[in-house]
Every structure is written in structure tokens, then in C-alpha cells.
């Protein structure tokens, strides 16, 4: 969405016929008044009575999980299994949050000191959340929780690509809390950094691309007691060693390459294979890809929707373009059960890749490696560091691919789009900065503050 736009009408990518209701941008200087009224409230209210708010939210949530599940099919194109699989884990996040708040924020006492001490955490103040389009809620859910639960009022600002469900999350949710708590802000970039740069929101959580993270971390340096958590992309890998089982592999790298028609963070694009078992393991990856066809996202047997918007398929047609030795060529299709849509079919490419560079698409490449050294060497030439899977079995050789490999979040024997919400999810280099978008994120939303009482403080 151009910033000059004020409203605007997302088309569904599975279905360009189909027009969703128009969007208007908010003025964002009342939202952030609001929050800022009520920060003080908010932070404190007995942290118990804070969680039966969230779990008012979270009922709300479960009473309408179709209709969520539905809205993120038709908006991102994204298949219906997958976005009723989002919405499960935005429920299931409050649960997990309660838990850790649970046990990260009450105040404890240290016994060991010269003086009665504790140590507690305290409210940042008014936070924003910046969330993305291929998890448009799971992905914000997660830090709205987290800074509801830590007293810290909430600011959503949804990507505009998923502009309509999100604005159904935030209408569920908004009852549930006092005026002011939770807001959402629709807009573009404008709106975004309006409201992640003003100096009353004190935490910003940002999941998108490198430029504008690179941007937001530039124009918040100065403002240093800001908490900034950036989650921003990958450029990840798959080894598959020699001694590995290929039908599991090629099967969770069909996976990882097709879910969310590429379009997650953690996808796989690159894959590295041991050169004795390459031409075996390319038969079986070619007939594991098989399983994603292109199919309308409201179809329940559909696994591989649309790309999200013409940009994207723009991006794809560019790659499917070059001068490649395509293992599987990668195809536009542009309609799928009668309607026409950003369809594609994925594609996999032989040769040596790009490790610098994110696409976004269901396109991976794969190269063989001669030893596990040259393997690890060839993995690290990333500057991401999100997400890496290795596929062995010998244990020794799973451990030193952890202790080598610099990602956020490692894998055996599973897809690099593996990430329970029981877990966090971080990323190192131009992925992020280490804040983790998953399990413990809480930790983040508050500050720790130390207190000690002199000798007889307050005997008089």
C-alpha cells in the first residue's frame, strides 16, 4: 500500500474476482495517547486480574477460530488446513504466555545480601507490535500476549496485506480489555513508523524485511532504553548427509520448501547434499514436491495456495526466468479450480545459490557438498542465521552441526519450518537480534528492577 493511499480494498490471491471489504488508515497521535493513559493502570493491576482479561481474549478467539481460520485463507491465499493450524497456535500461545509470565515476572527475594533485597519486574509502557502478512496473526499474537500479560499496553499494527482478518482479531480482542489496552492502527509504512518512533511507546516488536528493520534500528539508536525485538528473514539451509534417511528428507524438504508457498521465514531454500546419495535423494525430492499443486486455499484438500500479491509472482517469474539447471522448473500457473489467482508451481535448481539473498518464493537450491566440513563452511556463508536442519544418523555428527552452525534455531531430522510455539524463535545476523518471537518472549516485555531496604529503614 502506497503511503499516500488513505483506504484501500485488498483482492484475494486466490480469487482476484473477489474484492474484501475497503481498509482506511488511522491516526495514529490518539492511539498512542490512549495507550499512554492507561499504561499506568494497566501495569498496576494485579498481574492475576490481567490474565483473566487474556483469557476473556482467548475464549473469544475459540468462539470464532473458523471465521479467523477462513479469513486468513481468503486474505493471504494461504490453505485453509494451514490457517486453521495459525489459529490453533494463536489460542494456545495465551496458555503458553500465562505460563511464563507466571513465572518470570513475580517479584522474588534474595536472601544472600547485605540488605532485604528483591528483584522485580517492571512495565516498559506502551508497546507496538508490528506484525507480517504470511502469519498475519500467529506471528503478532505471540508479543501482544506476552506485553498484555507483562502490563504493558498494545499497539497492532497489521501488515495491509492482511488488513481485513487482522481488523477481525483486534474487534474479538478489544472487549475484552479496558479502554485504551489494545488498539490496532491500519495504515502503511507511514503509519508503522509513526507509531514504532514515538518516544511514548518504549518496546517495538518488528517482523518483516531487512531494509525497513535495518531502518527502525537506525532511527531508534538514540532512543537506547527502547526495547526492539526485529525478526526479519532467512536464507536457510538443509544438509542432508550421506548416512541420512532420504524419504524423510525429501519429504520434509518438499515441506519446507512449499508450505505458505514459500513465504515463511524459515523455509528452506537452500539444500546442501552429500554428493554419494544426490542422484537418489533428487528422484525422491522430485516425487515429494508432487504433493504441492496449486489448488484453491478455501479447498480442504488444497496444499499449496497462491502467492500473496502480483509483486511476489513478479519476484517469482524474475527467478523462474534465469538461466538455470531446473531439477523442477518453477512455473506460473495463474489459475487453479476456475479462478484465477498467483498461482505457481514450485522449483528446484541445481548448482551452487546466492547465500545473501531471501526470495520468498517457493524456488530452492540444491548443490551437492563433498565433506561435512565443506558442508558447515557452505551453510555459515549466510549473514542470516535463523533457521538449519541436518538429516544424519549419527548423533555426534547432529551435535557438531548445533555447535558449529550459527542460527537461531536448529533442527535434526526435521523441516526448518518445524517451530512449536513451546519453543523460542530468534534468529542471529540479518535474521535478527536475537529476541525470540516464541516461547519466553515475556522476558523481553519488562524491565528488571532491584530493591534493597537500608538497616531499620522503616523501624520509626
Known amino acids: 500500500m502506497p503511503d499516500a493511499v488513505q483506504c484501500w480494498r485488498n483482492v484475494s490471491p486466490g480469487d482476484l474476482s473477489l474484492e474484501l471489504p475497503e481498509v482506511?488508515?488511522?491516526?495514529?497521535?490518539?492511539?498512542?495517547?490512549?495507550?499512554?493513559?492507561?499504561?499506568?493502570?494497566?501495569?498496576?493491576?494485579?498481574?492475576?486480574?490481567?490474565?483473566?482479561?487474556?483469557?476473556?481474549?482467548?475464549?473469544?478467539?475459540?468462539?470464532?477460530?473458523?471465521?479467523?481460520?477462513?479469513?486468513?485463507?481468503?486474505?493471504?491465499?494461504?490453505?485453509?488446513?494451514?490457517?486453521?493450524?495459525?489459529?490453533?497456535?494463536?489460542?494456545?500461545?495465551?496458555?503458553?504466555?500465562?505460563?511464563?509470565?507466571?513465572?518470570?515476572?513475580?517479584?522474588?527475594?534474595?536472601?544472600d545480601g547485605p540488605h532485604p533485597a528483591w528483584v522485580r519486574r517492571v512495565s516498559r509502557g506502551p508497546a507496538a507490535v508490528v506484525g507480517p502478512f504470511n502469519f498475519p496473526l500467529h506471528l503478532a499474537n505471540g508479543a501482544i500476549v506476552a506485553h498484555l500479560a507483562?502490563?504493558?499496553?498494545?499497539?497492532?499494527?497489521?501488515?495491509?496485506?492482511?488488513?481485513?482478518?487482522?481488523?477481525?482479531?483486534?474487534?474479538?480482542?478489544?472487549?475484552?480489555?479496558?479502554?485504551?489496552?489494545?488498539?490496532?492502527?491500519?495504515?502503511?509504512?507511514?503509519e508503522g513508523r509513526a507509531v514504532c518512533l514515538d518516544p511514548r511507546v518504549r518496546a517495538v516488536c518488528f517482523t518483516g524485511s531487512v531494509p525497513v528493520g535495518r531502518a527502525l534500528a537506525r532511527d531508534l539508536a538514540e532512543d537506547f532504553s527502547k526495547d526492539l525485538a526485529l525478526e526479519l528473514g532467512g536464507?536457510?539451509?538443509?544438509?542432508?548427509?550421506?548416512?541420512?534417511?532420504?524419504?524423510?528428507?525429501a519429504r520434509a524438504v518438499a515441506d519446507a520448501v512449499s508450505l505458505t508457498c514459500g513465504q515463511?521465514?524459515?523455509?528452506?531454500?537452500?539444500?546442501?547434499?552429500?554428493?554419494?546419495?544426490?542422484?537418489?535423494?533428487?528422484?525422491?525430492?522430485?516425487?515429494?514436491?508432487?504433493?504441492?499443486?496449486?489448488?484453491?486455499?478455501?479447498?480442504?484438500?488444497?496444499?499449496?495456495?497462491?502467492?500473496?500479491?502480483?509483486?511476489?509472482?513478479?519476484?517469482?517469474?524474475?527467478?523462474?526466468?534465469?538461466?538455470?539447471?531446473?531439477?523442477?522448473r518453477a512455473q506460473t500457473v495463474g489459475e487453479a479450480h476456475g479462478k484465477r489467482g498467483y498461482y505457481v508451481k514450485p522449483g528446484i535448481r541445481m548448482g551452487p545459490s546466492r547465500p545473501d539473498v531471501e526470495s520468498f518464493v517457493p524456488v530452492a537450491d540444491l548443490e551437492t557438498f563433498r565433506d561435512f566440513d565443506d558442508a558447515i563452511v557452505?551453510?555459515?556463508?549466510?549473514?542470516?542465521?535463523?533457521?538449519?536442519?541436518?538429516?544424519?544418523?549419527?548423533?555426534?555428527?547432529?551435535?557438531?552441526?548445533?555447535?558449529?552452525?550459527?542460527?537461531?534455531?536448529?533442527?535434526?531430522?526435521?523441516?526448518?519450518?518445524?517451530?512449536?510455539?513451546t519453543l523460542p524463535f530468534g534468529g542471529l545476523g540479518m535474521s535478527g537480534n536475537g529476541r525470540p518471537g516464541g516461547r519466553g518472549f515475556v522476558r523481553f516485555c519488562s524491565v528488571e528492577q532491584a530493591i534493597q531496604l537500608g538497616k531499620d529503614t522503616f523501624s520509626c
Open 24 to 111: 482506511c488508515a488511522t491516526p495514529v497521535e490518539p492511539v498512542v495517547e490512549s495507550a499512554e493513559n492507561v499504561a499506568r493502570a494497566w501495569s498496576r493491576m494485579p498481574m492475576a486480574d490481567r490474565f483473566t482479561h487474556l483469557r476473556d481474549a482467548q475464549q473469544r478467539l475459540l468462539a470464532h477460530k473458523e471465521e479467523l481460520a477462513r479469513g486468513i485463507a481468503v486474505e493471504t491465499g494461504k490453505p485453509l488446513s494451514e490457517a486453521r493450524g495459525e489459529v490453533g497456535a494463536v489460542i494456545a500461545k495465551f496458555d503458553l504466555t500465562i505460563q511464563d509470565a507466571g513465572a518470570e515476572v513475580p517479584q522474588r527475594t534474595i536472601a
Open 378 to 421: 557452505r551453510t555459515n556463508a549466510s549473514p542470516f542465521g535463523l533457521a538449519a536442519s541436518v538429516f544424519t544418523r549419527d548423533e555426534a555428527v547432529f551435535w557438531r552441526f548445533a555447535d558449529e552452525i550459527r542460527a537461531g534455531n536448529i533442527y535434526a531430522n526435521l523441516p526448518t519450518t518445524f517451530s512449536p510455539s
Open 235 to 249: 536464507r536457510n539451509a538443509t544438509i542432508v548427509c550421506a548416512d541420512a534417511d532420504l524419504d524423510l528428507a
Open 150 to 190: 507483562a502490563g504493558n499496553p498494545v499497539i497492532f499494527k497489521p501488515s495491509p496485506l492482511a488488513a481485513v482478518v487482522a481488523q477481525l482479531y483486534a474487534d474479538l480482542l478489544r472487549p475484552c480489555f479496558p479502554h485504551g489496552v489494545f488498539q490496532i492502527v491500519q495504515g502503511g509504512a507511514a
Open 264 to 328: 515463511r521465514c524459515n523455509a528452506t531454500s537452500r539444500i546442501l547434499v552429500a554428493e554419494p546419495i544426490h542422484n537418489r535423494f533428487a528422484e525422491k525430492l522430485i516425487g515429494e514436491m508432487a504433493r504441492y499443486t496449486p489448488g484453491d486455499p478455501l479447498r480442504e484438500e488444497t496444499t499449496l495456495g497462491p502467492l500473496i500479491n502480483e509483486a511476489a509472482l513478479h519476484r517469482f517469474e524474475e527467478i523462474a526466468a534465469q538461466p538455470s539447471d531446473w531439477l523442477i
